[in-house]
């Protein structure tokens, strides 16, 4: 199995709404992220994990609260989100951080209104 | 600061030709780089990746070289088909990526 399973595939929340996000991998990797992608740009980096421990967040406003219960699992909540963070939020994995390539889901479409 | 650029938004060849896409760095010497196919509304697929001691690496019809001197990358798909119309992206980095910001391959029939 060579996926990374996101869900939801599409997601529209209300500024006051609290969602999550969910992926999920069953390659063994011990390295996982959340990417943002805005229209046209490319996937910009949130958040790192390594073996189940956050290791590196890019400066994310606190209303994006990432969580690794185990090592397959990786979740992003959301609270009080702001229109301009409607984007396509991708997970992606991989063997380790560092020298290896990832393996991205197809993405959740966020659209808060 | 530590720059990866390509250049080129978008280009349109004739099926059959070979494609090639630029990939150029700047103000470090990355270790390896990574060359990532992304269509509308999916996530990146990743297509080969390159270390710094390496010349050039095939897959299939893909090719990508690595030239530390002119400080680039250069990625090459052969008999190019309407099939192979994305967005091809270049990424950098150790721990994270760091994606350029991608060109848009159109292969027309």
């Known amino acids: 199995d060579t996926e990374v399973t996101q869900t939801p595939k599409h997601l529209v929340m209300g500024m006051t709404n609290k969602k999550s996000l969910k992926c999920e991998q069953h390659m063994g990797h011990r390295a996982m992220y959340w990417y943002k992608q805005k229209a046209k740009k490319p996937p910009e980096l949130m958040f790192v994990y390594s073996y189940e421990k956050l290791s590196i967040n890019e400066s994310v406003p606190s209303r994006f609260s990432p969580e690794c219960p185990n090592s397959s699992l990786l979740n992003l909540h959301l609270h009080a989100l702001q229109p301009e963070d409607s984007a396509l939020y991708l997970c992606a994995s991989s063997q380790a951080t560092g020298g290896t390539e990832a393996f991205f889901g197809q993405g959740t479409r966020l659209t808060v209104v | ?109």
Not at chain 2, 24 to 40: E, G, V
Not at chain 2, 55 to 83: G, M, N, W, Y
Request: charged content about 20%.
């Open chain 2, 1 to 109: 600061s530590q720059k990866i650029e390509q250049n080129s938004e978008a280009l349109n060849i004739q099926e059959g030709k070979t494609a090639t896409l630029t990939c150029n760095y700047t103000n470090y010497s990355p270790a390896y780089l990574q060359w990532y196919r992304q269509d509308p509304g999916r996530g990146p697929v990743f297509l080969l990746l390159i270390r710094e001691n390496e010349k050039e690496k095939r897959k299939e019809r893909l090719k990508v070289t690595f030239d530390t001197t002119l400080k680039q990358s250069l990625f090459h798909i052969t008999a190019s088909q309407p099939a192979d119309s994305a967005t091809y992206l270049c990424a950098r980095g150790y721990s994270t990526l760091t994606f350029g910001k991608g060109t848009m391959l159109l292969v027309s029939p």
